[in-house]
């Protein structure tokens, strides 16, 4: 089992940026894939970005040019620095990591974009 903390959440005017940290315990070998996840009030939860162990990244359309996904593999950690925030960025934000055919989360943090 992987557990996942999450940190960095909070309120942001329109325009501005945030970075969410996620650290990576437990039964950490042989991770996959770690990335973010968000789901606003009474949406579906989406992909916001990942990337593989590889160095291989995936962005949502919204966010690209505007969040950058990190890792550090040695650390287990994975960030997710976030420029230009909108209203529409306005969601709880959850750290995921596929190790295997599991699939672990955070407990998500919130990010309040303001306008």
């Known amino acids: 089992q992987v557990q996942l903390v999450e940190s960095g959440g909070g309120l942001v005017q329109s325009g501005g940026s945030l970075r969410l940290s996620c650290v990576a315990s437990?039964?950490?070998?042989?991770?996959?894939?770690m990335g973010w996840y968000r789901q606003a009030s009474g949406k579906q939860r989406e992909l916001v970005a990942r990337?593989?162990?590889?160095?291989?990244?995936v962005y949502a359309d919204p966010v690209k040019g505007r969040f950058t996904i990190s890792r550090d593999n040695a650390k287990n950690t994975v960030d997710l620095q976030m420029f230009n925030l909108k209203p529409e960025d306005t969601a709880v934000y959850s750290c995921?990591?596929?190790?295997?055919?599991?699939?672990?989360w955070g407990q998500g943090t919130q990010v309040t974009g303001s306008s």
């Open positions: 437990g039964s950490i070998v042989n991770i996959n894939a």
């Open positions: 995921n990591a596929v190790r295997g055919p599991s699939t672990c």
């Open positions: 990337m593989t162990t590889g160095g291989t990244t």
